[in-house]
């Protein structure tokens, strides 16, 4: 059975950090393209970053330089470290898992429609 279940989320100040982790059942990360949305409420649901099967990153403009994504090989799970985080940060994020493997290593598709399952989230707040 595949499941995705996030962790990690919290409250933290601006300027603060969380590490989320995804981990995975069912299935091997290692040979698959995983990648982190994240929607706030009345928002649409906005790739973070993203994962290849050849471990080639991708990251949305407004988090890169702040946000680092990797497997934990050893967990069969994904993180997402998030470092000075901001006011527009805030929302829920979710991992998932890319519809099925492509052939080419560095592919990382951006919208969610390419992905077919997903975790529950976990909530990430910024607050002074």
């Known amino acids: 059975q595949v499941q995705l279940v996030e962790s990690g989320g919290g409250v933290v100040q601006p300027g603060g950090s969380l590490r989320l982790s995804c981990v995975a059942s069912?299935?091997?990360?290692?040979?698959?393209?995983i990648a982190w949305f994240r929607q706030a409420p009345g928002r649409e649901r906005e790739r973070v970053s993203c994962i290849s099967r050849g471990d080639v990153t991708y990251y949305r403009d407004s988090v890169k330089g702040r946000f680092t994504t990797g497997r934990d090989k050893g967990e069969n799970a994904v993180y997402l470290q998030l470092n000075n985080l901001k006011p527009e940060d805030p929302a829920t994020y979710l991992c998932a898992r890319e519809i099925e493997p492509h052939p080419n290593e560095a592919y990382c598709p951006t919208f969610p429609s390419f992905y077919d399952f997903w975790g529950q989230g976990t909530q990430v707040t910024v607050s002074s």
């Open positions: 069912g299935f091997n990360v290692e040979e698959n393209i």
